[in-house]
């Protein structure tokens, strides 16, 4: 079955610390992804995409992403924490059939340590 | 400017009251959406607009309606809604709908409770 996948629920990082966040996806052609981040009772934000070309994704405030092929991720890394990313962090995909409907993972809650 | 933006912020109605969301968008997209998020649950696709014609309907209930006035406007009208349709409805917008490219930017959502 088609489907995105964020196996971890929460994760709590010190400020300062390293920062990666797992996402998996299940589809036929590699699809369009995404990262957004969505703070507590707000809309949410896109960190950064990728379509093609360089694996390595650059984003705003820090982040970025990397897409494995072989390992059909794309896992959104950032080096170091401040306590302002705290928030939820979703993956998302458009699948490749040419319609653009985003479908998003479960989502993995960022607390962030003092 | 990629402001998407939505009112009201917040709305506590009763079952059988008629209220509407609005969604707004200066940025040319041809193409609107209506989310609703339960808590702790990522967004669901209710409705796609696309050149002011209602392009998808994921099976939502009658008592949620949709409406495009024109290219910048969304609007959700409810009637009749149940305590489980209490969520956040998110508004987002892109340059079109073909083409997994077009980056879909969210309004911050409207916190809607159905007493």
């Known amino acids: 079955a088609q489907s995105v996948t964020q196996p971890d629920i929460h994760i709590t990082v010190s400020e300062g610390a390293s920062l990666e966040l797992r996402c998996n996806y299940s589809y036929g052609a590699t699809p369009y992804l995404f990262w957004y981040v969505q703070s507590p009772g707000q809309g949410l934000q896109l960190l950064l995409k990728y379509f093609s070309g360089d694996t390595l994704v650059q984003g705003i405030k820090g982040f970025e992403a990397e897409f494995k092929r072989s390992q059909s991720s794309f896992n959104l890394r950032k080096p170091s924490v401040h306590w302002s990313d705290a928030a939820e962090y979703f993956c998302?995909?458009?699948?490749?059939?040419?319609?653009?409907?985003?479908?998003f993972g479960t989502g993995t809650r960022l607390l962030v340590s003092p | 400017d990629t402001e998407v933006t939505q009112t009201p912020k917040h709305l506590v109605m009763g079952m059988t009251n008629k209220k509407s969301l609005k969604c707004e968008q200066h940025?040319?997209?041809?193409?609107m959406y209506w989310y609703k998020q339960k808590a702790k649950k990522p967004p669901e696709l209710m409705f796609v607009y696309s050149y002011e014609k209602l392009s998808i309907n994921e099976s939502v209930p009658s008592r949620f309606s949709p409406e495009c006035p024109n290219s910048s406007l969304l609007n959700l009208h409810l009637h009749a809604l149940q305590p489980e349709d209490s969520a956040l409805y998110l508004c987002?917008?892109?340059?079109?709908?073909?083409?997994?490219?077009?980056?879909?930017?969210f309004g911050p959502g409207t916190r809607l409770t159905v007493l």
């Open positions: 998302a995909v458009v699948p490749n059939t040419g319609f653009q409907k985003l479908v």
């Open positions: 940025m040319g997209h041809r193409a």
């Open positions: 987002a917008s892109s340059q079109g709908v073909r083409g997994g490219t077009d980056t879909q930017y």
